[in-house]
Every structure is written in C-alpha cells, then in structure tokens.
C-alpha cells in the first residue's frame, strides 16, 4: 500500500473472518435504572458478529459501553432488549464456555497459583479425575512460564505475574471464548508489551476466539484481527468496524516499520477524537 493513500476507516470492512460464526448479538439494549426513578440507556439495538478463531478489540471512550458490552457476553449484566447467542445458544447467564480475565486479577488471596487454577478446573471439569485436574493446571501454569511461583500466593507476586496466573485461569477450563477487560491497563509498558506477545502466542497456540477491551490503540492493532469503535452520543453504538490489514503471527519491530501500522493508528486516534468532540457538542447543546 501507498503510505500516501490513507486506509479508508469511512465503512466497514467488507473482509469476513474464515471461521464460522460464533458469538451473534442482535438488536441488543441495556438499560439501567436510575435513583430518580428514569432510565438510562446504554445501547438501543446493537448488531455484532464474532467468528471462530477471531481476535476482536474493542475502542471507545469512559461511557462508551465497552466493559458493559463484555459483561454482558460474559452473562454477568442482564440483557433489556435483543438477544445474545454462542453457537446458537441463548447467553443469559455466566458459563464455562465464556471466561472473563479482569484488570485487577481477581485472585483469591490465600490460595496459591496453583490453588488459584485448580479451583476453576475442579469447579467445570468435575468429570475429570483428580489426575487429570492436577495435569490440566500445571500444563497451563506452565503455558504461562510460572512454573517457579506454581506454590506462591498473589501477594508475592508482581502485577504481570498476577495477570499470568488469570489467564491461564480462564484458559485452562478451556472457554470457546476468552473475553479479556483491559487486562494490561496497569502494567508498566515493558511488562505490557511482554504479556502481549504472550497473549498472542497463546492465541496461536489454541486457535482461541478473544474479545479484548482497551484503550490503547497501539495494543488493538499489534493484537486484533477487527477493531470495534463505539461511540456515545443519547445512547452508545458501533461508530466503526476496522479490518487490520496484517497477518499473523506479528512481529512488533516490524508494525512499527510499517506506514500502513502508522496511516491506520492515526486514523483511529482521529476517529476517536471525532467522536469524543461530537459527544461534547452534543452534550453543550442539550
């Protein structure tokens, strides 16, 4: 591509992912109820559709919608309106086919790395014998190179560690989809870019459908295969859906190389720029 001509971000890409369709939303509302006894609204008809084998970001601004939108992939926020479905299913509840990996690790305390896993896998996998539970966790322990600290607790450990143990949390009760809430946003860039490649790897590893929010615009492109950007003007909505032209597996010196990895981020600061202006003006006029 010509770094002269700039990625069109002004439709949404017609490039459909290989795999099947997995996760459908279809006319989705949310609403809350207020103090005052009035409603607010987040999202008032809102289509999406994840495929198998997709790694998914997804942009905005505070109040956009983002981590309202996973929660409630994640079963964890009911549903107003619409519907939401995995391979056909109703999604009304939290389940072992969806598994969540939050910002602040939600570690149990006093149970060790190992203890943390096992108790996941012995809550999904009671079929398995204790053999096979015990080999399940130290497999993914080890997938996430903390074989070291399998019998330390969350308290000796340093945040990258803590994010390690959640995700090999979720993946090890083996989720057809991985949904990720900006699990990097506190971590030091070093230890970010790090647990990004990992993350990657593991996507390579296990051919695993991810829906990750963030706001970094960088992680989304090093990372996603589509970029979703919400907006939030009366209620929160898909502003744009961006295909990310690279293939995988990634290499980060390469992107950052790369004009089109330059052309495409500085669009979508701008589109997000735009929405946010939009958002205010909006606001100041009513």
Do not use: C
């Amino acid at each position: 591509m010509n770094p002269m001509n700039p990625i069109n971000t002004d439709k949404i890409s017609d490039n459909i992912p290989s795999g099947r369709p997995l996760l459908e939303i279809r006319n989705l509302a949310k609403s809350f109820q207020l103090a005052n006894g009035q409603s607010s609204v987040i999202f008032d008809g809102l289509d999406l559709t994840i495929h198998e084998n997709e790694f998914v970001a997804v942009l905005g601004h505070s109040g956009s919608g983002k981590s309202t939108l996973l929660r409630m992939i994640a079963g964890l926020e009911s549903v107003t309106g619409g519907n939401i479905s995995l391979r056909g299913q109703a999604v009304n509840k939290p389940g072992k086919d969806r598994m969540m990996v939050f910002q602040n690790y939600a570690l149990l305390p006093w149970l060790s790395v190992y203890g943390n896993i096992r108790l996941a896998v012995d809550e999904v996998m009671k079929d398995r014998s204790a053999q096979e539970r015990d080999s399940i966790v130290r497999e993914h322990i080890a997938m996430v190179h903390l074989e070291d600290a399998a019998d330390k607790k969350p308290g000796e450990l340093s945040g990258g560690m803590k994010q390690r143990v959640g995700i090999a949390r979720a993946l090890a009760v083996q989720p057809l989809l991985l949904l990720m809430d900006e699990p990097l946003g506190a971590l030091d860039p070093f230890t970010r870019a790090r647990l990004q490649d990992q993350i990657l790897e593991l996507y390579y590893q296990r051919h695993q459908t991810i829906v990750l929010v963030t706001h970094d615009v960088e992680e989304a492109l090093v990372m996603a295969d589509r970029i979703i950007v919400l907006k939030a003007e009366e209620t929160a909505s898909i502003g744009q859906v961006l295909k990310v032209p690279f293939g995988h597996p990634r290499d980060r010196k390469a992107l950052r190389e790369d004009p089109r990895f330059h052309s495409l981020r500085n669009q979508t600061l701008d589109l997000l720029e735009r929405y946010f202006d939009e958002r205010k003006q909006k606001a100041h006029v009513g």
